[in-house]
Structure formats: structure tokens, C-alpha cells
């Protein structure tokens, strides 16, 4: 999971060198995105995720269910059960 996360802060970290980069050589990152074509083309790309994440999530939403019914709740149930196990079988000094 660190590696991860690592990861997720030098994705943040070149962005935000990078827009100051930009913004130390007078190029206009927001004007960029409000020009009438960037706009149009990240609405676009909005409604396509919209479309698709809205007919996709009730699928997700099941497997997600499912997911939990038959292997999130029987491992947690066998640990829990395992360190009931080993606790109750402890040998007191």
C-alpha cells in the first residue's frame, strides 16, 4: 500500500511542479480551459463518464454485494474464529 501511495504523491507532486512551471513562463493554464473547444471536449468527456459509470454501477453494486457475501465475510468470520481459538487455548503460567 505505501508504494501506492507513493506513487499517488509524485503523480501530485509533477502536476503541481508542472503548473508552476507553466505559470513561471506566463502560460495561462486556466484561459486554457476555458476556451470554447477545451470546454466542449471535456463535457463531452463528462457525459460519456456519467453515461457510462450510471449503466455500469448497479452491476458493480451487486458484485460488490457479492463480493462481500461469499469472501469479505467467511475470511473475517475464520480469523475472528481463529483468534478466538488461540486465545482460548493459551496456556496460562
Do not use: C
Not at 503541481?16 to 477545451?38: E, S, T
Not at 468527456?45 to 452491476?59: E, G, M, S
Amino acid at each position: 500500500m505505501q508504494n501506492k501511495n507513493r506513487g499517488l504523491i509524485k503523480i501530485f507532486l509533477i502536476i503541481v511542479i508542472g503548473v508552476i512551471l507553466l505559470a513561471a513562463f506566463n502560460i495561462d493554464v486556466q484561459g486554457f480551459f476555458h476556451k470554447p473547444a477545451v470546454e466542449k471536449v471535456t463535457t463531452m468527456l463528462w457525459q460519456i463518464f456519467h453515461t457510462v459509470w450510471t449503466a455500469i454501477n448497479p452491476y458493480l453494486h451487486k458484485a460488490w454485494g457479492l463480493m462481500l457475501q461469499y469472501i469479505w465475510t467467511p475470511v473475517t468470520n475464520r480469523l475472528n474464529l481463529t483468534t478466538e481459538v488461540a486465545t482460548s487455548t493459551s496456556v496460562s503460567l
